[in-house]
T-cell receptor
């Protein structure tokens, strides 16, 4: 089955710097890649997603890139702010009922 | 906005008890899911349901069962709670048609088994 690996497990950046989180997946049939942000005491919230027919997607300060050949995708956050501090999860899915999650990255943005 | 509501934020139970975790969604989603979240392990799927009265095992179903009698409600049952089931439990829901769809999560139930 699908296996998703996520790096790094923790990331600390200075406010205003960029943050990059990387994920790799094993099953070339995966075609949907969402990213979730989980704040303390809350459930994961979808922040951006990308499908396999697209190489890059942006939404304000966040962007996701997908390299299908290498089977990896990345989350980029620019101009980080303290409120970006959270745990981020990547996921990969090939159908509606089989979404596999990475282990998570704890991002800390220092003011 | 999609609302997924889990009935309890915190729950403390004793070993051997039968435990019920409840989840309700208000978006008429076909699919519902139960995950458990442990540090360093991400989210692991326990069970999911794609329709009323239908259920499928996920990666870690042992020691758990589920019930979906109504479309909006999905219950997770720990038949005889054990200390290794102490964890954060997350419920999610998604549309069942139109290809892959994002899952929408509740805020979780932190369960402690003493």
């Amino acid at each position: 089955g699908e296996n998703v690996e996520q790096h790094p497990s923790t990331l600390s950046v200075q406010e205003g710097d960029s943050a990059v989180i990387k994920c790799t997946y094993s099953d070339s049939a995966s075609n949907y890649f969402p990213w979730y942000k989980q704040e303390l005491g809350k459930g994961p919230q979808l922040i951006i997603d990308i499908r396999s027919n697209v190489g890059e997607k942006k939404d304000q300060r966040i962007a996701v890139t997908l390299n299908k050949t290498a089977k990896h995708f990345s989350l980029h956050i620019t101009e980080t702010q303290p409120e970006d501090s959270a745990v981020y999860f990547c996921a990969a899915s090939q159908d509606n009922n089989d979404m596999r999650f990475g282990a998570g990255t704890r991002l800390t943005v220092k003011p | 906005d999609v609302k997924v509501t889990q009935s309890s934020r915190y729950l403390v139970k004793r070993t051997g008890e039968k435990v019920f975790l409840e989840c309700v969604q208000d978006m008429d989603h076909e699919n519902m899911f139960w995950y458990r979240q442990d540090p360093g392990l991400g989210l692991r799927l326990i069970y999911f349901s794609y329709d009323v009265k239908m259920k499928e095992k996920g990666d870690i179903p042992e020691g758990y069962s589920v019930s979906r009698e109504k479309k909006e409600r999905f219950s997770l049952i720990l038949e005889s709670a054990s200390t290794n089931q102490t964890s954060m439990y997350l419920c999610a829901s998604s549309w069942g048609t139109g290809g892959n769809q994002p899952q929408h999560f509740g805020d979780g139930t932190r369960l402690s088994i003493l």
